[in-house]
DNA sequence: GGCGTTTGATATAGTGGATAACAATTATCG
DNA sequence: CGATAATTGTTATCCACTATATCAAACGCC
C-alpha cells in the first residue's frame, strides 16, 4: 500500500505537448501492470478511502470542517453531558492529540468545555448554537453532496452492502 | 471521521477491577450513540483499512514488511525496468518521499538502483535475489494469513464483491 | 489520610504526505 | 548546433496525524 493524494496519475503540467502521441510505433511506457496488488484488499481500501476523504473535504469546503472535525460535532450533538476522553476513545482519538483538536473547534465557536460539577476534573463537551448551526449545513452537505455521489456510482443497494462489510470489518476484523 | 490504532475502545488497564460491576443501578458510562456516522461511509472506510493494514502488519511482521514496501516489492516484480519516477507515480508515492523508502529497500538488499544506459538520469529498479525472496514469502504469509482471514470474515463472495466495490470508488470516484 | 487512578494537558517523537528547489541529464525547437 | 525547456533523482522543509511519557489537579477508596 502507499498511495499519495496528489502523485498516483501524474500530477500534470502543460507549458508544452507532453511528448509523443504515442501511436504505438515506437517504445512507449503503457501503463504498470499492478499484479497481485489488485487483489489486495487492503490495497484499494487505502485508495478508497483517500478518495472518499478528499471528495468529503470538497464537499464541505465551505464549512470548513474536516471528517474527523466533522465526527467530533455529530458525535457532541447525540451525546450531550460526556467529557474529552468519552469522545475522543468512541473516535478512536487519543485523548494528548484530542486536546489541539477541540482547541480548534472551540477556537471557532464550534462547541465548548464546561467543568463538571459532579467531576471537577472533566470537561464536559457541548455544541455551541453556532457548532449545532455548522453541523446542520454539513449534514445537509455531507448527504446532498458526498454521500449521494457514492449512492449514484454504486447504487444504494450495493453502498449498503459496501457499508455493512466495512462495518464488520472495522467491528470484528 | 479520525480513528487511531490504539485508542478507540479504551486501551486497558488492569492494575486493580476497573471499577464497578454495573448491573445498572448506579448512573453509568454506557456507550455513546454513534448517530449518523454509522451511515457515513467513510468513516467506516477509514476503521476499517486501520484494521486491515494492523493485521497485515501482524501477518507481515517476521519479515519486516510494511503495506507500503509490499508494494512495491511486487511492482518491481511485476516491472523490471522501470524507473523510481515510474514506480512511485503509479504506487501513488511522490517522488521525493519515495527516495528514503527506496534507500530503506536497498539498505536492506532487498532492491537496487541501477543507471539506465539509454538515460543516465534515471535508476532503474530491480529486485535482488533475496527481495524475490523476501517477496515470496510475503505473498504467502499475505495469502494464507491476512486475506485468508478475511476471507473467512467476509466470505468469498462478498470479499469479491468488497473489493470491486472499494476498487471502483477508487478508479471512479 | 494516604495511595492509586482518572482527567486534561504538555512536550516530544515518529510517520506520511506535500512543495520548492537544485544539479545532472535529456529533449526540443529555432 | 545552441539555447531553452523538461525530466530525474535528490535534498530540505513543512504540515498533519499518530503515539508515548509525564504532570498537576481532582477523585475514589480502603
Known amino acids: 500500500m502507499t498511495v499519495s493524494k496528489t502523485a498516483g496519475v501524474d ?6 505537448p507532453p511528448r509523443k502521441e504515442n501511436g504505438e510505433g515506437a ?3 503503457a501503463a504498470l501492470q499492478m499484479g497481485e496488488l489488485s487483489e489486495l484488499l487492503g490495497y484499494s481500501l487505502k485508495r478508497a478511502q483517500l478518495k472518499v476523504f478528499e471528495d468529503f473535504l470538497n464537499c464541505v469546503a465551505p464549512l470548513q470542517l474536516t471528517p474527523a472535525q466533522f465526527s467530533v460535532l455529530l458525535l457532541l450533538d447525540r451525546n ?8 475522543a476513545n468512541t473516535l478512536g482519538i487519543l485523548r494528548p492529540n484530542f486536546v ?14 464546561v467543568r463538571s460539577t459532579n ?12 457548532g449545532r448551526a455548522v453541523l446542520a449545513r ?8 458526498h454521500e449521494a455521489r457514492l449512492n449514484e456510482l ?3 443497494a450495493n453502498r449498503a452492502a ?9 467491528r470484528e476484523f
Open 11 to 16: 500530477a500534470g503540467k502543460l507549458p508544452r
Open 27 to 29: 517504445g512507449e511506457p
Open 80 to 87: 450531550p453531558g460526556r467529557n474529552q476522553t468519552e469522545i
Open 100 to 113: 489541539a483538536m477541540l482547541d480548534g473547534l472551540e477556537s471557532r465557536d464550534l462547541c465548548a468545555r
Open 119 to 130: 467531576d471537577r476534573r472533566s470537561h464536559i463537551l457541548v455544541l455551541t448554537d453556532k
Open 138 to 145: 454539513a449534514k445537509r452537505l455531507v448527504a446532498t453532496k
Open 154 to 156: 454504486l447504487g444504494p
Open 162 to 170: 459496501l457499508l455493512e462489510m466495512l462495518a464488520k470489518i472495522a
